[in-house]
């Protein structure tokens, strides 16, 4: 299994305050991503890192901020969380390179907004 | 709009029987299509992938196959065992240029139960 590890795994918040999720690997990959899954939408892309301090906006970025100071560490910050943002949030890893093409999920966070 | 689409929210099938999980797009530029599985409480995890310049990719037990012209994949898994009872989600990769960073698009996902 890829080392990638996510904490919390499970966390219940109340609507407006803020929330960070962590996502660390001990595979040295360069990309770095933050995917949310909800029920009839599959997964769909939050934020991604091309390296340290390298991020950008995925499809469903509105809400979320991302910060990546070190190569293992991508943080998921909610600035100020609401109902919308109940899901499952995943953290995945990938390196570059010719013909490498898959990516490799942690374990997953559930976030209950409440 | 969804460029990858997985019509089919489950399927059920019998052991030994063949599993046919199918995946419909819209993007002229994805490069590589990608299956993962998912187990409930766990992260996905690949399963096999195919380039946009091939039409089949076989390991084991699991083959994708790719109609490029109608825009459509199809993941084969013979026989079917009640282990592989999970979501199965169909994932592509666009190459925007070369640098697509990795990112990949999703489908909704499909159900799969293997029933003994």
């Known amino acids: 299994d890829a080392g990638i590890t996510q904490s919390p795994r499970h966390k219940v918040t109340e609507t407006g305050t803020p929330v960070t999720l962590r996502c660390h690997q001990t595979e040295n990959h360069r990309y770095m991503y933050w995917y949310r899954q909800d029920p009839g939408h599959g997964l769909r892309l939050i934020h991604y890192?091309?390296?340290?301090?390298?991020?950008d906006k995925g499809e469903v970025s509105d809400g979320y901020s991302v910060s990546r100071s070190k190569t293992e560490d991508f943080l998921l910050t909610l600035e100020s969380a609401t109902s919308s943002q109940t899901s499952v949030y995943f953290c995945a890893i990938s390196e570059s390179g010719q013909g490498v093409v898959e990516a490799f999920f942690g374990q997953g966070t559930r976030l209950t907004v409440v | 709009d969804q460029q990858v689409k997985q019509n089919s929210p489950s399927l059920s099938v019998q052991e030994g029987r063949i599993s046919i999980l199918n995946c419909d797009y819209t993007n002229s530029m994805f490069d590589y299509f990608l299956w993962y599985k998912k187990y409930p409480a766990e992260g996905p995890t690949f399963l096999i992938s195919?380039?946009?310049?091939?039409d089949k990719n076989e390991d084991g037990r699991f083959t994708v196959f790719l109609n490029k012209s109608a825009k459509h994949l199809s993941l084969h898994i013979v026989p079917s065992q009640p282990g592989d009872s999970a979501v199965y989600f169909c994932a592509a990769r666009e190459n925007a240029g070369g640098t697509s960073y990795g990112k990949l698009t999703f489908g909704q996902g499909t159900i799969l139960t293997v029933h003994p």
């Open positions: 195919i380039s946009s310049i091939k």
């Open positions: 890192s091309y390296g340290v301090k390298d991020t």
